[in-house]
């Protein structure tokens, strides 16, 4: 059910996959006035911790389900149904790749740690947007990551990934589409022809 919520210098509609309790809902709203849109969407700003009930953690994991059912990790994204963060292809390109741009392998890692796994943390966060973002737990060459989610309609978007505990959630700007890997090889191709300052 869609809910308009107050924030300190504009109106935004909120409308999750979950419906929230009243107690839920209210937490968001007496707290969202406290900040502008700007303020909120800052990806240094402490989001919201809503924490979920096992029938709402059942809810996101049953939808999620629903929309990778019959999905390979490459299909996911060749049909656009999984999308990445400029912060979200920065975060695996530095934790996994060791690299200044995300591989195709590291992609198809994650995405299949989102088809795999049945495990979400306790808290969603709310952090300005129209819906919550929820902390799926896997594992990558064994490994355990933690890969945060939102849903954008029938669409998965990941906004960051971390081998750290209770990640932050980084702004949802410039998702990309589906010839991302494409791009992202030609990008890898052209830079090894020049060093990156940023290389870590």
Request: proline residues 4%; charged residues 25%; negative net charge.
């Amino acid at each position: 059910m869609a809910v308009k919520i107050q924030l300190r210098d504009t109106e935004i509609v909120f409308d999750d996959i979950v419906e929230l309790t009243d107690e839920q809902l209210q937490l968001i709203i007496s707290t969202a006035k406290s900040k502008t849109e700007k303020q909120w969407l800052n990806p240094d700003t402490r989001g919201i911790k809503i924490r979920l009930s096992p029938e709402q953690k059942a809810s996101v994991l049953g939808y999620k389900n629903q929309l990778v059912n019959g999905h390979t990790p490459q299909t996911l994204i060749d049909h656009q149904l999984l999308r990445f963060t400029d912060h979200g292809l920065k975060r695996i390109a530095a934790r996994i790749d060791r690299d200044a741009f995300p591989s195709e392998r590291a992609l198809l890692g994650i995405a299949d740690i989102v088809i795999q796994s049945q495990k979400i943390e306790n808290d969603a966060e709310w952090r300005g947007y129209g819906c919550l973002s929820y902390n799926l737990n896997g594992e990558y060459n064994g490994k355990t990551c933690t890969v945060s989610i939102v849903f954008d309609g029938p669409i998965l978007v990941i906004t960051v990934i971390t081998d750290e505990p209770n990640p932050t959630t980084y702004t949802m700007s410039a998702l990309l589409p589906a010839d991302t890997m494409e791009k992202l090889e030609i990008m890898r191709e052209a830079s090894k022809q020049k060093p990156h300052k940023d290389r870590r």
